[in-house]
């Protein structure tokens, strides 16, 4: 739920997710539409289905048990490495390398400094010799808030940074007036945009049925979305397993 979407979003989705499916075969065996109500208003709703899709297969080869292994987890529909590592060192405490956003730049600016970017090779190296043996789920999440709070991607608060006598970077930082700068493109837009539009079709089609007329009608589309382009989208969400074509009309898939 957290992938690119805010905590405070999140929070309370989760929260009415757990009561909704308190466990892993609750999960495994609801229908997709209910999965999407409960996951509605946090996008990319074919993580949703994923994430049912992972709890069979939980259900069926691990008995509802969840596996441990990082390659047992990436075996699973949807998980990637990040992910897999993530799981094992949160849940269940295990020492592995998580390379989110906010460790990869503390631990960039800590080891390599400011002007010389690392290679990934050479930050996941650094990271692994950096992970204590014990407790590297509360490290990871110290220098997630850490990122979060004081070593943030601009204007950092070296000033209050415990860790900053050890930072290859903060001399640097410091004479800087306004301390580092952020490359690469800015947020990219959310109206209009391919994703925008899946999520209004998933929730018209939860809402009851439509042919393709009738969908057109519900999203008031005229001068907004041309019939090829909603065509486009909806192909691709029968392709994701989302939408079915049944008896002319279009429906969540079961």
């Known amino acids: 739920m957290l992938q ?5 979003r999140v929070e309370p989705k989760y929260q009415a997710w757990l009561r909704t499916f ?3 075969r609750a999960l495994a065996g609801a229908r997709l539409s209910t999965i999407l109500r409960r996951w509605s208003g946090l996008g990319y709703n074919q993580r949703a289905r994923r994430l049912r899709q992972i709890a069979r297969v939980i ?6 048990r969840f596996p441990r292994a990082v390659k047992e987890w990436e075996q699973l529909p949807g998980i990637g490495p990040y992910t897999a590592r993530a799981v094992s060192a949160f849940a269940f405490r295990q020492r592995q390398v998580v390379m989110e956003t906010n460790v990869r730049r503390v631990v960039g600016r800590i080891v390599f400094g400011r002007h010389a970017p690392p290679s990934p090779s050479s930050l996941g190296q650094a990271t692994a010799d950096l992970v204590p043996p014990r407790n590297s789920d509360r490290w ?3 220098l997630m808030d850490l990122g979060a709070m004081v070593c943030t991607s601009q204007r950092p608060r070296c000033q209050v940074c415990p860790i900053r006598s050890y930072c290859r970077a903060y001399p640097s930082i410091l004479r800087s007036p306004t301390g580092p700068t952020q490359s690469g493109p800015g947020p990219q837009r959310f109206d209009g945009s391919d994703r925008f ?3 209004r079709i998933v929730a018209s089609l939860l809402v009851q049925g439509f042919t393709f007329r009738q969908l057109q009608k519900k999203l ?3 001068g907004r979305l041309s019939g090829h382009r909603l065509g486009e989208l909806i192909v691709g969400l029968r392709r994701d397993g989302l939408v079915v074509y049944q008896d002319g009309k279009l429906g969540i898939a079961p």
Do not use: E
């Not at 690119?4 to 405070?8: D, E, L």
């Not at 259900?59 to 509802?64: A, K, N, R, S």
């Open 197 to 199: 539009w899946r999520g």
């Open 22 to 24: 308190p466990s892993v």
């Open 59 to 64: 259900v069926q080869h691990y008995g509802g």
């Open 4 to 8: 690119q979407t805010q905590v405070a």
């Open 140 to 142: 990871h999440h110290a």
């Open 220 to 222: 008031r589309l005229r």
